[in-house]
């Protein structure tokens, strides 16, 4: 049985939204936040896809970032935030867009370059930095780094709380939701 705050959660993950279609709702989970993720998100049966391509992606899967498509009422769902919320291992993204095209979408942020051409992984999947880059970004950056995705769901410092980002136009959106 699910907690009052996961049912809030979840309630907020799949929140309809007048005059729009029903969107999907992915995870980006850092399976590199916890041993016990990898392995529960290769054995279940969810559509999923690592953001890290070739070699790297071998050779690091069990600490990569994944694309995760999840169900409402799928098991994988619940033990996601259960053992997730609160511990900075996962973004949530409403999007009509296809698990593909999301992995598209996201792998052109996995590095970034500063002022003098040196490559970082640039790790937009951990709540603790999208929660604070997001609201640098101008209105450029937000139009580039949504795309495709309707909104961004992370915790906050306080996991009591939900942070909803959206845009309107090209203003970016934040929505606070207590969960008690």
């Avoid at 049966?45 to 890290?52: A, G, M, N, S």
């Avoid at 069990?62 to 999840?70: F, Q, S, T």
């Avoid at 098991?75 to 259960?82: A, I, M, N, V």
């Avoid at 970034?112 to 490559?119: F, L, M, P, Q, R």
């Amino acid at each position: 049985m699910a907690s009052p705050q996961i049912d809030r959660i979840i309630s907020q993950l799949w929140l309809p939204v007048e005059g729009q279609a029903p969107q999907k709702v992915y995870a980006l989970v850092d399976t590199a936040r916890s041993e016990s993720i990898y392995p529960k998100i290769i054995g279940a049966k969810v559509k999923r896809v690592c953001l890290h391509r070739g070699k790297m992606a071998e050779e690091l899967a069990w600490v990569a970032p994944y694309l995760v498509e999840l169900q409402r009422e799928d098991p994988f769902t619940q033990w996601l935030l259960d053992s997730s919320w609160g511990k900075s291992r996962c973004v949530f993204v409403r999007s009509s867009a296809t698990l593909n095209e999301l992995k598209r979408h996201f792998r052109t942020f996995m590095t970034v370059y500063d002022e003098e051409g040196k490559s970082f992984f640039f790790r937009f999947y951990d709540p603790r930095v999208l929660r604070v880059y997001l609201p640098t970004c101008n209105a450029a950056e937000i139009k580039t780094v949504f795309g495709p995705v309707e909104s961004f769901v992370v915790e906050e410092e306080d996991p009591s709380v939900l942070l909803h980002f959206s845009r309107a136009g090209e203003e970016l959106q934040k929505e606070k939701v207590s969960l008690v």
